[in-house]
Structure formats: structure tokens, C-alpha cells
């Protein structure tokens, strides 16, 4: 393995002359060379900077998580046009603050707004009201001029006003609470210990501030009694800190109507009250109660009289409802819990006006797949009827992509998931390699986002301009393409998806350019296998061929053929014994017919094999991992290889190891179709080098072969690097994780019909989740050098080592740490081994230069 030349640091000080050697840089760094001027002292210095060495890459696109909104924290409100709204707390199209959304009884949702977190407000907590104009009002608990939250109005079509933003004074802050309109027109609400009202044309007033009488953590709205007064609840204060029921006129005279006790009467009520025909509020406690504090339902006289109606077990019946009631048509009371139930995630319950409770609906988790998850204390998902008589309600979490659903749930507790948050329109988290099609446009898959955050297919041209073709639904069109596709002989795409297909053990789908999907096979799980991680090969004979890392007669994943129908053959099943166990690599077709390919565990030892197989399934070990070991680290000859194989102009076939090698980052290695494998090189995962290539290596057409690591590197994020046939490998690129390039690729390079490779990565890029790159390798030609200066009447003479026909630019500032570099004079380039510039110096401030190479 190469290494940069030591750095020689020249200093020139009161004509002494001192060399002194420092550690090797790390590969793929330059040297600028660096010159202070101060007189009378020069000295000549060289430093090194973050410049990649290996060549120039270009993103081309970063994914970004373009979402339909994540997490509704509240209930949803029923329009007077029949369909329901809604906020979610995070998501939405601008960074991610939360929206606002319309759904009909159907499910269609459609996002109205999206937050973005300035003086529109951020994370939306509160139900929304709509007022008598028809305009939607709600508040956000973040954002606004004063990043202390806001109050804003939408229409049903989605015109977005901001109308007050909180100053986090007497006038309150960070509002969690809906709003009600009262008979008079005003909007009144609570924020920060504060009941205000606000007019539809933003004029506010701060009514109350609470003191001792009640708490600053107000968990639910107010509602308008049938006799004027505005009543609510406090989560704390009141006359025993355990919250309180309070009552207000609409001139801000309040009324302590009841301190709860924290004992059976209940404590920390966090819902909103609810006002029967015959005058008594109802409303939820979040603790207390008579079994053991897992909060109450209550009934309240207008007059403070308070009645425990029911107490929460914690078991089937629920625990700590954080939510108000809804009077239903029927004259029940219905609600849900945040905790208890059958399964601990929550429950929906009805209970009389006497007390007699029913649980509904426990929700539960199946499989990976939640039917949702109730929230916790501050969040308060409470239930609306619809006008078909359904009770509809969100949760937060949980859902088909674990980013909260919306739901609809009958009197007689039948629950149907009505919608659910994907958290993604766009794709998310590349870990496949590109593959080029007959139209230069490179196509390739995302494992996460989408419509509904299970992966992506998409293509993009050389130019960066990216086309989402289809996003999974998880179905049997399957879920979390983890592979390269593959064009076949009819112009189609054909890849595999690990999860999802008619049984949810992956399938092979079959697309064409346009974007029209097709699910080709689906896995079952037994002898076919399941979970195919790895992309199809092609072979000769026009059958394509494949791997699944699970499955197969003994569990330990199989190889398989797929002809032009469809029909597959399963032509060998791994034991997870000597002859492999998992694997997750592509196959490749070598010169004599074989398929080659690699098994990331199993063997004699454990760490994976090399095997190979011919189209009849007679199957050959090569290698197995682990036959050299090194004392400190485990298997010198590497270990857990998770990457296909390629061959190589001179017939072996050259892959790479996860781990393993001289300290445990991974190996290169040939193997010839025969076995006998040759470890050639060992990552260091310092140095600049990389670590634990997990990915394809593809072969240039300068006879080199390129790959990529998805860690290591000179800032631990992967890197592109080269290797010759004889073993010598040179870091190319280093991915910086921070500069828009992008973080750890999970998939090999494609060399592109223009000459230059393109790739992705898994993480990074603008929006956090993964970028599509180009990539040029450049002759760098050496650092420059400073060789001599000289100090002649105020004119200092510079000369510097270069190579002939590179460009360099000569630059210079007064601070080494502060103020910007002036270039003097133009770019220069060199026709030899040594450029020299002068310039003009007096007794002004003290200089720096440098000199760098130019593009």
C-alpha cells in the first residue's frame, strides 16, 4: 500500500535553516505551499489542505425525505364540507416542521400546508377549529418572529395566513392547546399559562395569566358552555398542583372550579371537556383514580360539583387517557387511552354517563407492522365523529410506516386504517448500484422513502436531472430494493426487492423504462428462499440468476433461476455449514460458464466462502475465510465478504472483504476458478484509505478495477479508490459527509458510456439521505513546493517546485487565521520543474502566501 511522502517543514529564521520530518499525510490530501512574510524574519512553511488528489466528483442529485407530513399529534376536526383536517408535527415539504392536511371519509389525503419553520410557525400540536367564516384556525407550538409559536388560519384550499406570533411575555408562548370561537366571533385559546383571545383579522388580547390557580402546561383547548362562560382544564396548579377545572367570561373573569387531589378523583387532566345535552361537563384525568393511578373519567356541575365515573386499570380497559371525549350521536362518551389495552399501546373506549365503560379497540403491534401507538402525556389524539357515524382519530406513531395513520373505528369497536404516514414521497437511502441503460440514462433504486417510505426506483441522466419512475407499496410489488437492476435482453429492467411480493419474503419485478412495474416472481420463504438482497445476473443462455440470503431447504439462503416466464428453479440450497451461509452478493458469470459469488458467513471457520456454481446447480467451494488468522485481529486472508465478484482481463476474479485482514478493515483479494485465493491488500481505515468494503468492484477501462468503501477515509465516511492487479491500491476520493458529497456508499460504482464512473451513497447530500454522484479520476501532479526565496529592495522573489504543464495560482493575505486570500496576478503554468514570481513588499503589515494548483 502506498503512502503520501513525508512533509518537510522549511523554516528560515535569523538565517537558520531547520528540517524537521512530520507523519505521513493522509492519502488523497494536497500540499498548498505557504510562505509568512515578516520582517525581518521569513519563514517557509508547508501546509497540507483537504483537496481531493484522486479526481473530481460532481453530485448530481441528493435525496431528500419530501415528506406528506409524520406524527399527527391531535385529533383530526370535521369541516362543514364533509371532509376531515388535520396537522402533523413533523414532515412536510420544507425541512420538515409539519403540515396541514384535508382527508376524506375515503382516505385520500391531500397536504394543504407545509410549515417552514419561520414566522409561519413550526411543529402545528393543536386540533384545528373552524371558524364561522369557514377558515380553519390552529396554532403552532414553535416558530414565528419570536420563535415562541403562532396562531395562523388556512382555507379549505390551503391560503396560508400568519396572524399572531407570540413574544413568550405576558401574552403567552409555545401553545399546545386548539382554540375555540366563542358566540361573540372571537377565537380564545390558551399558551404558556395564558387564556388570550384573538380576532379572525389577528387583533389579540391577553385575557389571563394564571398564577397559583392553575398551571402553565395547559393540555387541552377550551369549550364554550351553553351559559357564555368559556370552561378548560389545567394539567397543573390548582390548590394541590395536581391541574384544576376552571371557568372564564369572554372579559377574562375566571372562576377556579375544581382542584383535583391527585387521589380518586384523578390529577393532571390533559383533555379537553366535553358539554352533554343536559348541562354536565365530561372530561379525563391523566393519573389518579381509585386503581392504583392510572387515571379517570369524571362528570363536573357547572358549579364545581365533581363525580369519578370511572377509574383505569391498566389492563384490558386502558391506562392514562391524555385525551378530551366526544359526545357521540348515540349519547355515549368515546375516548382513547395512551397506554393499557391488551397489548400496552392504547385503547378506544365508550363509556355511559353512568360510568359503564367498554373497551373498543386495543392497539397492537403485528409483525413489525404497528396498528398504531397512542400518545403520551403532551399529545393528546383524540377522536371526531364523522357524519357516517364513524368515529375517526389519529396516532401518532405506528402505522403501516411507523409514522402515525389516521383511523376510523365504528360504535361497535370495528377499527379500519383509513391512511397512513409514509414520511416520504421521495426516495430515500441508496444502497444499489447504478445500472446504465441502451438510453445513457443511468436507473437505480432507493431501499426507503417513496410514497410509502419502502423504496424507489428512479432514473437519472448524466446531467443529474432525476425522474422517480415508482415508488413500492410493499404489497406484491414488494418493499426495500436493496439491489442493482439489470436490463434484459428485452429492453426491460428486472431487479429484486427484499421484502414485500405475494408473501412477504421479496420478489423479482420486472419494469420498463417508462415506469410501468410488473411483479415478476414472488418468494414464498421455503425451498425458493427469501430476502434476495442482491442483484440478477444474466446469463449467456438468456435465464437470469440469482441469490436470496435466507430461505432454501435449510434456511441458510439458495441459488436460483428465473427464465423468460418466470418460472424459477431453485438449483442449490446453502446448509450454513461448510459451504456458506448468507449470501447477499450478486452472482457473475465468468468466461467458462460458471457463476461465481460469495457467502458473507459460513465455511469451516465462519467467515464466509467463495464459491462457484454452472446452470445445472452442480456446486464447487473455492475458499473458505478464516484459513490464515492473525493473532490480534482474526482471519488475515479476510473475512464476511458481502460484495460480488468480477473477472478480470487476466482471468482471476477479484472481490473484497468486509472485515478481516491486517487490522480488521477488510480485504482485496483474486481467487482463480480453481481456488487458491491471494489477499493483496489490507485496508488500514487510516491514512486516508477506507474501510470495510462491502461493495461490487468494477474494472476500468485503463484495466484497473474501482470500488468503494463505506467507511474509512480521511473523514470516515468511505471513499473511491483503485486497485492494479498486482495489489497496489490508491485512494481516489474521500467523502467528506459534510460538503454536499455524500456519506457512506453502500453500492459499487458504474462506468458510464462518457468514461466516468457513477455511484451513490447510502447517507449525506443536502437532505441527509443519500446523493448520486459522478466521478472523473484527474492526474494530480505533485504538490508544489516552496525550493527558494530572496529579499531584494523591498522585492521578494518566490520559486516553487511544479510540473510541466500544470497550472498555479500565487496568492497572499496579512493573517494566517483571519481576512481572505488575494490572488497576485493570474493563473501561471509551468513549462518545467520551477516557476518563480516577485513581489513588491514595504513596511506594511506582515504577509502570507501561498500557492496552490489551479484547475
Given at each position: 500500500m502506498k503512502h503520501s511522502p513525508t512533509l518537510v517543514m522549511k523554516s528560515i529564521g535569523e538565517r537558520k535553516l531547520v528540517r524537521v520530518a512530520e507523519p505521513p499525510l493522509p492519502r488523497g490530501w494536497s500540499v498548498v505551499a505557504l510562505l509568512r512574510?515578516?520582517?525581518?524574519?521569513?519563514?517557509?512553511?508547508?501546509?497540507?489542505?483537504?483537496?481531493?488528489?484522486?479526481?473530481?466528483?460532481?453530485?448530481?442529485?441528493?435525496?431528500?425525505?419530501?415528506?406528506?407530513?409524520?406524527?399527527?399529534?391531535?385529533?383530526?376536526?370535521?369541516?362543514?364540507?364533509?371532509?376531515?383536517?388535520?396537522?402533523?408535527y413533523n414532515g412536510g415539504s420544507n425541512g420538515g416542521w409539519g403540515t396541514v392536511f384535508r382527508m376524506n371519509t375515503n382516505g385520500v389525503l391531500s397536504t394543504l400546508y407545509s410549515f417552514t419553520g419561520g414566522n409561519d410557525g413550526a411543529n402545528p400540536l393543536a386540533q384545528l377549529?373552524?371558524?364561522?367564516?369557514?377558515?380553519?384556525?390552529?396554532?403552532?407550538e414553535a416558530g414565528g418572529i419570536y420563535d415562541s409559536g403562532t396562531v395562523f388560519k388556512i382555507s379549505t384550499n390551503g391560503a396560508f395566513t400568519s396572524l399572531y406570533s407570540f413574544a413568550d411575555g405576558t401574552d403567552g408562548a409555545y401553545p399546545s392547546a386548539s382554540l375555540v370561537q366563542g358566540t361573540d366571533g372571537f377565537l380564545y385559546g390558551l399558551a404558556g399559562g395564558t387564556v388570550s383571545k384573538i380576532g379572525t383579522n389577528g387583533?389579540?388580547?391577553?385575557?389571563?395569566?394564571?398564577?397559583?390557580?392553575?398551571?402553565?402546561?395547559?393540555?387541552?383547548?377550551?369549550?364554550?358552555?351553553?351559559?357564555?362562560?368559556?370552561?378548560?382544564?389545567?394539567?397543573?396548579?390548582?390548590?394541590?398542583?395536581?391541574?384544576?377545572?376552571?371557568?372564564?367570561?369572554?372579559?377574562?373573569?375566571?372562576?377556579?372550579?375544581?382542584?383535583?387531589t391527585g387521589t380518586n378523583d384523578g390529577a393532571l387532566p390533559s383533555g379537553k371537556l366535553v358539554q352533554s345535552s343536559n348541562g354536565e361537563f365530561y372530561g379525563t384525568t391523566y393519573s389518579g383514580g381509585t386503581n392504583g393511578g392510572w387515571g379517570t373519567v369524571f362528570k363536573m356541575s357547572g358549579s364545581g360539583g365533581l363525580t369519578n365515573l370511572y377509574s383505569f386499570t391498566d389492563g384490558r380497559d386502558g391506562a392514562n387517557p391524555s385525551a378530551g371525549l366526544v359526545l357521540g350521536s348515540d349519547g355515549d362518551l368515546y375516548g382513547t387511552t395512551s397506554y393499557g389495552g391488551?397489548?400496552?399501546?392504547?385503547?378506544?373506549?365508550?363509556?355511559?354517563?353512568?360510568?359503564?365503560?367498554?373497551?373498543?379497540?386495543?392497539?397492537?403491534?403485528?409483525?413489525?407492522?404497528?396498528?398504531?401507538?397512542?400518545?403520551?402525556?403532551?399529545?393528546?389524539?383524540?377522536?371526531?365523529?364523522?357524519?357516517?357515524?364513524?368515529?375517526?382519530?389519529?396516532?401518532?406513531?405506528?402505522?403501516?410506516?411507523?409514522?402515525?395513520?389516521?383511523?376510523?373505528?365504528?360504535?361497535?369497536?370495528?377499527?379500519?386504517?383509513?391512511?397512513?404516514?409514509?414520511?416520504?414521497?421521495?426516495?430515500?437511502?441508496?444502497?444499489?448500484?447504478?445500472?446504465?441503460?441502451?438510453?445513457?440514462?443511468?436507473?437505480?433504486?432507493?431501499?426507503?422513502?417513496?410514497?410509502?417510505?419502502?423504496?424507489?426506483?428512479?432514473?437519472?441522466?448524466?446531467?443529474?436531472?432525476?425522474?422517480?419512475?415508482?415508488?413500492?407499496?410493499?404489497?406484491?410489488?414488494?418493499?426495500?430494493?436493496?439491489?442493482?437492476?439489470?436490463?434484459?435482453?428485452?429492453?426491460?429492467?428486472?431487479?429484486?426487492?427484499a421484502y414485500g411480493g405475494a408473501y412477504g419474503a421479496g420478489n423479482v419485478f420486472q419494469m420498463n423504462s417508462d415506469g410501468e412495474l410488473t411483479n415478476w416472481y414472488s418468494f414464498t420463504g421455503a425451498d425458493d428462499g427469501s430476502v434476495p438482497e442482491a442483484a440478477l445476473v444474466l446469463g449467456s443462455e438468456g435465464d437470469f440468476y440469482g441469490t436470496t440470503s435466507y430461505g432454501g431447504a435449510y434456511g441458510s439462503g439458495n441459488v436460483f433461476e428465473l427464465n423468460p416466464d418466470g418460472a424459477e428453479t431453485n438449483l442449490y440450497s446453502f446448509t450454513g455449514g461448510d459451504d456458506g451461509d448468507l449470501p447477499v452478493a450478486r452472482l457473475v458469470q465468468g468466461n467458462d460458464g460458471y457463476f461465481y459469488g460469495t457467502t458473507s458467513s459460513g465455511g469451516r471457520?465462519?467467515?464466509?466462502?467463495?464459491?462457484?456454481?454452472?446452470?445445472?446447480?452442480?456446486?464447487?467451494?473455492?475458499?473458505?475465510?478464516?484459513?490464515?488468522?492473525?493473532?490480534?485481529?482474526?482471519?488475515?486472508?479476510?473475512?464476511?465478504?458481502?460484495?460480488?465478484?468480477?473477472?478480470?482481463?487476466?482471468?482471476?476474479?477479484?472481490?473484497?472483504?468486509?472485515?478481516?485482514?491486517?487490522?480488521?478493515?477488510g480485504t482485496v483479494f483474486k481467487v482463480g476458478s480453481q481456488g487458491g485465493l491471494t489477499s493483496l491488500d489490507s485496508f488500514t481505515g487510516v491514512y486516508g484509505d477506507g474501510a470495510n468494503a462491502t461493495n461490487d468492484l468494477v474494472e476500468g477501462s485503463d484495466g484497473f478495477l474501482y470500488g468503494t468503501t463505506s467507511a474509512g477515509g480521511t473523514y470516515g465516511n468511505g471513499t473511491i479508490f483503485k486497485l492494479s492487479t498486482?495489489?497496489?491500491?490508491?485512494?481516489?476520493?474521500?467523502?467528506?459527509?459534510?460538503?454536499?458529497?455524500?456519506?457512506?456508499?453502500?453500492?459499487?460504482?458504474?462506468?458510464g458510456s462518457d468514461g466516468n464512473f457513477y455511484g451513490t451513497t447510502y447517507n449525506g447530500?443536502?437532505?441527509?439521505?443519500?446523493?448520486?454522484?459522478?466521478?472523473?479520476?484527474?492526474?494530480?501532479?505533485?504538490?508544489?513546493?516552496?525550493?527558494?526565496?530572496?529579499?531584494?529592495?523591498?522585492?521578494?522573489?518566490?520559486?516553487?517546485?511544479?510540473?510541466?504543464?500544470a497550472s498555479y495560482q500565487l496568492q497572499s493575505k496579512s493573517g494566517i487565521y483571519s481576512g481572505t486570500w488575494t490572488n497576485l496576478g493570474g493563473v501561471l503554468t509551468a513549462s518545467g520543474g520551477t516557476l518563480s514570481v516577485t513581489d513588491s513588499v514595504s513596511n506594511g503589515p506582515r504577509r502570507f502566501y501561498r500557492v496552490s494548483l489551479s484547475p
Open positions: 512574510w515578516l520582517l525581518p524574519a521569513v519563514v517557509l512553511a508547508l501546509v497540507a489542505t483537504a483537496a481531493q488528489a484522486g479526481g473530481v466528483l460532481t453530485t448530481l442529485h441528493s435525496f431528500q425525505i419530501v415528506t406528506n407530513g409524520a406524527n399527527p399529534e391531535t385529533a383530526l376536526v370535521l369541516g362543514s364540507d364533509g371532509n376531515f383536517y388535520g396537522t402533523t377549529a373552524q371558524g364561522n367564516d369557514g377558515f380553519l384556525y390552529g396554532t403552532a387583533v389579540f388580547a391577553p385575557l389571563h395569566f394564571f398564577g397559583g390557580e392553575g398551571g402553565f402546561l395547559q393540555g387541552a383547548g377550551l369549550i364554550q358552555g351553553s351559559d357564555g362562560f368559556l370552561y378548560g382544564t389545567t394539567q397543573y396548579g390548582g390548590a394541590n398542583n395536581q391541574g384544576s377545572v376552571f371557568k372564564i367570561s369572554t372579559n377574562g373573569d375566571l372562576t377556579s372550579l375544581y382542584s383535583f391488551t397489548n400496552g399501546f392504547g385503547t378506544i373506549f365508550k363509556v355511559n354517563t353512568n360510568g359503564a365503560l367498554t373497551s373498543l379497540y386495543s392497539f397492537a403491534t403485528m409483525g413489525g407492522i404497528s396498528k398504531g401507538k397512542l400518545s403520551v402525556l403532551y399529545n393528546r389524539p383524540g377522536l371526531v365523529q364523522g357524519s357516517d357515524s364513524f368515529f375517526y382519530g389519529t396516532t401518532e406513531r405506528g402505522g403501516t410506516d411507523g409514522y402515525g395513520m389516521v383511523f376510523k373505528i365504528s360504535a361497535g369497536g370495528a377499527l379500519l386504517e383509513v391512511y397512513s404516514f409514509a414520511g416520504g414521497s421521495g426516495g430515500a437511502n441508496p444502497q444499489a448500484m447504478l445500472a446504465q441503460g441502451t438510453d445513457s440514462d443511468f436507473y437505480g433504486t432507493t431501499y426507503s422513502g417513496g410514497t410509502n417510505d419502502v423504496g424507489t426506483v428512479f432514473k437519472i441522466s448524466a446531467s443529474g436531472m432525476l425522474i422517480d419512475l415508482y415508488s413500492f407499496t410493499g404489497g406484491e410489488d414488494g418493499a426495500n430494493p436493496a439491489s442493482a437492476l439489470v436490463e434484459g435482453k428485452d429492453g426491460n429492467f428486472y431487479g429484486t426487492t471457520f465462519g467467515n464466509g466462502t467463495v464459491f462457484k456454481i454452472n446452470g445445472g446447480g452442480a456446486f464447487t467451494s473455492l475458499y473458505e475465510f478464516g484459513e490464515v488468522i492473525n493473532a490480534f485481529y482474526g482471519p488475515e486472508d479476510g473475512g464476511y465478504p458481502q460484495a460480488g465478484l468480477v473477472q478480470g482481463g487476466d482471468g482471476y476474479f477479484y472481490g473484497t472483504t468486509a472485515y478481516g485482514g491486517t487490522y480488521d478493515n498486482n495489489g497496489t491500491l490508491t485512494t481516489l476520493y474521500s467523502f467528506s459527509g459534510i460538503n454536499g458529497d455524500g456519506a457512506n456508499p453502500a453500492a459499487g460504482l458504474a462506468l447530500g443536502a437532505g441527509g439521505n443519500g446523493t448520486v454522484f459522478r466521478f472523473s479520476e484527474v492526474s494530480i501532479p505533485p504538490p508544489p513546493v516552496f525550493l527558494a526565496m530572496t529579499l531584494t529592495n523591498r522585492t521578494v522573489t518566490l520559486t516553487w517546485s511544479t510540473e510541466a504543464g
